[in-house]
């Protein structure tokens, strides 16, 4: 697959913060690719310089092989991470006024069915709930038929009956070819939907590859969850990779078998034991010793 | 382009529209005060008389007139003698003396006014002094006729600085702004729809409101209504220009809000919609000049009170012109889609 974008060398400075410290990287035609790390890490200032809103201190983000030029305007979608919109306006007429900024573009009718807002298009968008109101921003976003979207943090602050359907939206919008591009720190997402990630903390980029690839990288081992109170017995025998995680410890081991039998030597009972995979938080972890939402 | 305008025009208006309280207040307003005022200074007859005289120059009391020693009389001198008639035919003014010429004096007295024929019975038992009576014959112009157009400009001026300005700066700091920079739409394009939008409906506001007025008041309308709605126009195009030009990069409703306020007062008070700046000092006229709601209700007063034309007004219509070029070219130039 060609390069789609391609971003070179990129820094941006603030008066008082290196947002953006020399990062390069390109995301192919389309593919899901992730951009995760914490509040702060550098994500939507990246993002931005990339959607053409914000400039570049140092560094170029070149769009199928030429610099950003008009074109990218008609040819992009943008879900910014919150966006207000204009007042008084029903889904109708709002889709309907953007739709109206791009010389072509889905069918209203398509893009309210893609995006599961056919109920709501005669409410005015003020009074729709926050899954309802990510989805017309989605709608928004797609309104010009875009060969490349931008989505960043579409999921914040959503419940997680609301976080699922709107997976389920991203994947039928991949599933028509279009390159998507997600900011997130969730990263049960962008485990599901990525095929590739970069994974960014103070403005660097600190790994990059595809998730299962990175973990299989990092980790060849699981997690086995135990209470405390169930564990006493057997701390002295697990001198290393335990943690305390709240009322859990949890015990990081290779050979799940072997673990097992020691726990069982020292009758721990194991009837509220969970064996867990690792996961990109964990990988987090272990890449900058912090907890990826802390 | 044209389909992106449209679009921003429509959606503008909708909103505008759908603002009922905003939509009510434009319009009740205005209504309130006229009626206010003409309640309030309808019945109340004012203690004086008043006399203009134009002296060609000479102070007042080098004239060594006897007339002029008469008390409960307010005299005033004036520079132009045309206007100072104008004004007797109104009955703005109850008498005017010209003693230029104290071997040939003339008086001006309103024929239907009956302060005047106090004041000719006055001047009659002056025994020294010929006065050559000149009749002239006009209604009288009440202060709520006065009062309209100053009315209908200033809540012009409150609907285009802020009805603009405000929104503008709202979109910007809740995203909306950047959210359109993400499209196609250029600024010269949503700066025009907002422009125009905003113009369509204040206009429409605003002639119901004269409309309407006049059916509770019957105000007085002499000059031609193409130059009243020329006037209108360029006037609240001038202003909606200079509420994008604040709006162009402040991002907190605050800081909008005191520019706003600190353009709007001064043009309250200084741009003559309660008092008429004649008799304060040059300087402050010239400064008052350069604001356009001065110029607007110069031009709307002289087609409505003193029946100018479009030639007459020329020189307002070129300054808001002139204003709404400046202050659209500086907004366009200095416009931020977003706040850093």
């Known amino acids: 697959m060609p390069d789609i974008i391609e971003v070179s060398h990129l ?16 995301v192919r035609q389309g593919e899901c690719f992730g951009m995760l790390g914490p509040n702060g890490a550098g994500k939507t200032t990246t993002v931005e310089i990339m959607e053409g809103i914000t400039s570049a201190t140092h560094g170029t983000v070149h769009y199928q092989g030429e610099p950003m030029g008009p074109r990218f305007r008609s040819e992009v979608g943008i879900q910014f991470q919150s966006t207000a919109l204009q007042d008084f ?32 298009l005669d409410r005015d968008a003020r009074k729709l709930s926050g899954g309802q109101r990510q989805r017309l921003l989605l709608a928004l976003a797609l ?5 490349l979207l931008f989505l960043d943090e579409p999921t914040t602050g959503l419940d997680p009956q609301a976080r699922h359907n709107f997976w389920g939206l991203i994947r039928d919008v991949k599933a028509r070819g279009k390159t998507v591009i997600l900011t997130t720190h969730y990263m049960e997402e962008a485990y599901l939907l990525c095929d590739r990630i970069i994974i960014m903390d103070h403005g660097r980029i600190i790994a990059e590859g595809k998730p299962a690839t990175l973990m299989a990288h990092h980790f060849q081992d699981a997690v086995l969850q135990l209470p405390h109170e169930d564990f006493r017995p057997a701390r002295g025998a697990f001198t290393e990779k335990v943690m305390d995680v709240g009322e859990y410890v949890e015990i990081s081991t290779a050979d799940i078998n072997a673990t097992i039998e020691l726990l069982l030597s020292y009758r721990v009972p194991l009837s509220h ?21 802390a | 382009m044209i389909k992106r305008f449209l679009a921003v025009l429509h959606a503008r208006n909708l909103e ?25 200074f309808s019945g109340g007859e004012q203690p004086l008389f008043k006399v203009a005289i134009f002296s060609g120059g000479k102070p007042l009391a080098s004239l060594h007139n006897a007339f002029l020693e008469t008390r409960f009389i307010q005299y005033y001198s004036v520079s132009n003698i045309q206007s100072a008639i104008r004004k007797v035919e109104h009955d703005q003014s109850d008498m005017l003396l010209d003693l230029h010429d104290p071997t040939h004096p003339h008086y001006w007295v309103n024929e239907s006014s009956p302060k005047g024929y106090i004041l000719e019975k006055i001047l009659s038992g002056e025994k020294d002094v010929h006065y050559t009576r000149e009749s002239v014959s006009g209604r009288a112009i009440r202060y709520v006729d006065w009062l309209v157009p100053g009315v209908l400009g200033m809540n012009m001026m409150f609907s285009c600085l802020f009805g603009v300005g405000y929104v503008i700066v709202r979109y910007r700091k809740n995203g909306f702004l950047k959210r359109l920079n993400a499209t196609p739409l250029k600024a010269v394009e949503f700066i025009a729809a907002q422009v125009a939008s905003r113009l369509i409906l204040i206009m429409l506001i605003t002639i119901a409101v004269f409309i309407g007025t006049d059916l509770l008041v019957g105000f007085y309308m002499s000059g031609s209504y193409l130059a009243l ?65 001065t110029q607007l209700l110069e031009g709307a007063r002289a087609v409505m009170l003193d029946g100018a034309g479009v030639v007459q007004i020329l020189p307002n219509l070129l300054a808001l012109a002139g204003m709404t070029i400046l202050f659209l070219a500086l907004g366009a130039f200095s416009f931020k889609w977003k706040n850093d």
């Open chain 2, 16 to 40: 505008f529209v759908r603002d009922r309280s905003a939509l009510g207040w434009n319009i009740v307003l205005p209504m309130l005060i006229v009626l206010g005022m003409w309640f309030l």
């Open chain 1, 89 to 120: 306006l029903t889904v109708r007429e709002t889709l309907h006024l953007f739709r109206n900024f791009y010389p072509r573009g889905m069918l209203l009718e398509e893009l309210a069915k893609l995006c599961a807002l056919e109920d709501y």
């Open chain 1, 11 to 26: 820094v941006k400075h603030y008066p008082a913060v290196k947002a953006v410290d020399d990062i390069s990287f390109s």
């Open chain 2, 229 to 293: 709605l020329l006037v209108a126009i360029l006037g609240a195009t001038s202003m909606i220009s200079l509420g994008l030009l604040i709006a162009a990069r402040v991002a907190s409703e605050e800081l909008a809000g005191g520019l706003l306020n600190l353009l709007s007062w001064p043009m309250m008070f200084l741009s003559g919609v309660w008092f008429s700046l004649e008799g304060t000092p040059p300087w402050l006229q010239r400064a008052a000049a350069i604001l356009p709601l």
């Open chain 1, 273 to 293: 034991l969970q064996i867990r995979a690792r996961t990109l938080e964990d990988l987090f972890l272990e890449l900058t010793g912090r907890e990826l939402r």
């Open chain 1, 143 to 147: 309104v010009n038929d875009p060969v």
